[in-house]
């Protein structure tokens, strides 16, 4: 499969990794959009937010546990954000599974 989030999984494309365990990885977004950026990803490939169902609804829930340690580690003690675009006119880009979380700067809302 031509996944470029896979590819990170599998180490053959590199990415400063923050955090990995059995089924995520955290790693720092390529064009970060906050002065924390970092895109949480399950290991297991899932297109988008469209294709959570029972069968896979708990590596979800990990990932929120996981955006909570690294918003504890980079001290984001004021507040961050954790989005996950879903589909073409969400802003989708790339069609594996992935939550941003942001941080280190003021948010606007609604999101634009
Ligand atoms: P989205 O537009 O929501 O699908 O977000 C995709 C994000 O992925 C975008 O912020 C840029 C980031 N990205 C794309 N390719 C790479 C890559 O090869 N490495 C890293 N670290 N980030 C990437």
Known sequence: MDCIFCKIVAGEIPSAKVYEDDTVVA???LEPQAPVHVLIIPKQHIASMAE???RNSAVV???FE???IIA???GLDDGFR???N???SAGQSVKHLHFHLMGGREFGWPAG
Request: contains cysteine; negative net charge; aromatic residues 4%.
């Open 52 to 54: 959570i169902d029972e």
């Open 72 to 74: 504890k580690e980079k």
């Open 61 to 63: 829930a990990h990932i």
């Open 82 to 84: 954790v989005v996950s």
């Open 66 to 68: 996981v955006a909570a």
């Open 86 to 88: 879903c589909g073409e």
């Open 27 to 29: 790693f720092n977004d």
